[in-house]
């Protein structure tokens, strides 16, 4: 059985991993604000840019791109996004569940975005084809290096298809892992819900009003295609910081309230030790007395 002095010291220790994580989940939460915001602040883009592009493949006729070439191969590169450190819930664990169970196979090249994702594949064999790290606020040059590496794979024929694993932001505590198709591009899409629920328009057709394209629609296509992949994956990214420090928060809450639990448990007990020790001295001062007086 513990002594008084142990069960103190393991209040003294639990308080400190309480003020740790209290701090810690204070720090998510305002990175988390930031990360709603940001991902927030591109949806108006991503719809006007998916407006367009709607406009444009209606107008483009026969247009050709290598983009929009469906193949029949099995070789796939598949970018997966996860975060850079632990302490942040299961959103890692699930997204990459999923991956392996739904989409990896011996014809599949990894492009990690993110620590986790990285060491998962080189511990698991997986084929590790590039590592990425992304920013806390992830800009636009860092998710273009990223689509670059596999836009590459995919016009020099090395894979087939080109998919993007991330987990998508629903709200504070929801996170779904995700994952969907970037090549070949067969419709224009915007990530498929969004902050707090929001969702994007999932699939924009022409519409009635005309429109002149210089120098022709499908020059115009051609030239949006590739920003409209570097885009999608940069909204990924906002996405999945948003899940990070989402989910890093309510861990840490969860954490925080558990460790004063803990806290409350070990301090009722350490009374009731004092409790009873001091029950015990009475007793043998009481008893003692009465052997004197005797």
């Known amino acids: 059985m513990p002594s008084t002095r142990e069960i103190r010291r393991r209040i003294v220790s639990v308080k400190k991993t309480a003020q740790i994580t209290s701090a810690m989940e204070k720090v998510a939460q305002a990175k988390m604000g930031r990360a709603q915001q940001a991902a927030t602040?591109?949806?108006?883009?991503?719809?006007?840019?998916?407006?367009?592009?709607?406009e444009v493949v209606t107008h483009a006729g026969d247009?050709?791109?290598?983009?929009?070439?469906?193949?029949?191969?099995?070789?796939?590169?598949?970018?997966?996004?996860t975060t850079d450190k632990g302490m942040c819930g299961s959103i890692n664990s699930n997204l990459l569940r999923k991956v392996s169970d739904e989409f990896v196979t011996d014809h599949t090249r990894v492009i990690a975005a993110g620590r986790k994702g990285a060491q998962h594949a080189t511990r698991v064999g997986w084929d590790l084809t590039a590592d990425f790290s992304y920013s806390d606020t992830p800009v636009f040059a860092e998710a273009r290096a990223i689509a670059r590496m596999a836009v590459e794979l995919f016009e020099n024929g090395e894979v087939d298809h080109v998919d993007i694993a991330f987990t998508n932001f629903i709200n504070t505590l929801s996170q779904k892992p995700e994952v969907?198709?970037?090549?070949?591009?067969?419709?224009?899409?915007?990530?498929?819900?969004?902050?707090?629920?929001?969702?994007?328009?999932?699939?924009?057709?022409?519409?009635?009003?005309?429109?002149?394209?210089?120098?022709?629609?499908?020059?115009?296509l051609g030239a949006?295609?590739?920003?409209y992949i570097n885009f999608q994956v940069h909204q990924i990214l906002l996405e999945a910081k948003a899940s990070e420090f989402s989910s890093k928060m309510v861990a840490m809450k969860n954490a925080t309230d558990n460790a004063n639990d803990?806290?409350?448990?070990?301090?009722?007990?350490?009374?009731?030790?004092?409790?009873?020790?001091?029950?015990?001295?009475?007793?043998?001062?009481?008893?003692?007395?009465?052997?004197?007086?005797?």
């Open 41 to 54: 602040a591109g949806r108006p883009y991503a719809e006007l840019m998916n407006r367009v592009l709607g």
């Open 262 to 294: 803990l806290i409350k448990d070990l301090t009722l007990e350490y009374n009731k030790m004092r409790q009873a020790a001091i029950t015990n001295e009475l007793l043998e001062i009481t008893t003692a007395q009465m052997a004197l007086g005797n």
């Open 180 to 220: 969907q198709t970037l090549l070949p591009i067969t419709e224009i899409k915007g990530v498929q819900a969004g902050v707090e629920g929001e969702e994007m328009v999932s699939e924009l057709q022409g519409g009635t009003a005309e429109f002149l394209f210089e120098p022709s629609a499908g020059g115009v």
């Open 224 to 227: 949006l295609l590739p920003h």
């Open 63 to 81: 247009f050709d791109h290598p983009f929009m070439k469906a193949r029949g191969g099995e070789n796939r590169a598949l970018i997966l996004v």
